[in-house]
């Protein structure tokens, strides 16, 4: 049921990508040329949203479809990690004038050159994981090397 419900939203959510035309390089193009208020329209109103849905959730303590307690943790602040990510992500969005959510959509139209954005996607993914395994060797030997030093 969980798969069912999972698989209903992803259809909603790219019904709603499409309509909207957020698929559309074009469209992607100029909100970054600042020649179209669109996108940032729909990135704001989903901002919005977010934000209602959230307070909403904590007010009237909402339970999952499986009756679970949502439980909303806060997170760090780390802006040297969030801004270097962002970075990346915009290049990748501002290059592609795709971001991760409507590369199924464009294969699904088939437009062949998401190949190319999923082949990115993918590229993107497993550089990480290594990275990050390699950071988290690194963050172990010098906490590590402080230990050993007390």
């Given amino acids: 049921m969980k798969t069912l419900i999972t698989i209903a939203m992803g259809m909603i959510f790219g019904s709603i990508i499409i309509a909207s035309g957020a698929f559309s390089w074009s469209v992607i193009n100029d909100m970054f040329h600042f020649r179209s ?53 915009g290049i990748g969005w501002g290059i592609t004038g795709a971001c991760t959510a409507p590369i199924f959509i464009i294969l699904g139209i088939k437009w062949y050159i998401g190949l190319s954005l999923l082949s990115g996607a993918i590229i993107g993914v497993v550089l990480y994981a290594l990275l990050r395994q390699g950071f988290k060797l690194k963050l172990k030997l010098k906490h590590e090397s402080r230990i050993s030093k007390a």
């Avoid at 934000?51 to 909403?56: D, G, K, M, T």
């Avoid at 009756?67 to 969030?82: A, F, G, R, T, V």
């Fill in 37 to 89: 208020f669109h996108m940032f329209g729909l990135l704001f109103s989903a901002i919005a949203t977010a934000a209602i849905s959230l307070i909403v959730i904590k007010k009237w303590k909402i339970r999952d479809i499986t009756k679970q307690k949502i439980e909303i943790k806060p997170k760090p602040l780390e802006l040297k990690n969030n801004a270097i990510g962002g970075l990346i992500f």
